[in-house]
């Protein structure tokens, strides 16, 4: 999972997570900016926002298919 991220990151690609916060599953569609220790920072465009998830919290990472791929140079 943690080179998903990093790949995100170094590709500048979207990647979609499962995310649980608060007992609550949560699918997602984000774009890695930073990695910074237990953190994954990046914009959710689900919220449309840039927001931080905690690396424990993501149960999978996978990449987008490319009809489904947001690539944001």
Do not use: W
Not at 35 to 64: H, M, N, W
Request: with cysteine.
């Amino acid at each position: 999972m943690i080179h998903t991220l990093k790949r995100s990151l170094e590709e500048k690609r979207a990647i979609e997570i499962i995310y649980m916060s608060h007992q609550q599953f949560s699918k997602r569609r984000i774009l890695v900016k930073h990695l910074k220790g237990e953190y994954v920072v990046g914009y959710c465009f689900l919220r449309k926002d840039i927001r931080t998830f905690r690396i424990q919290s993501i149960l999978a990472a996978f990449p987008l298919s490319s009809r489904q791929d947001y690539n944001i140079s």
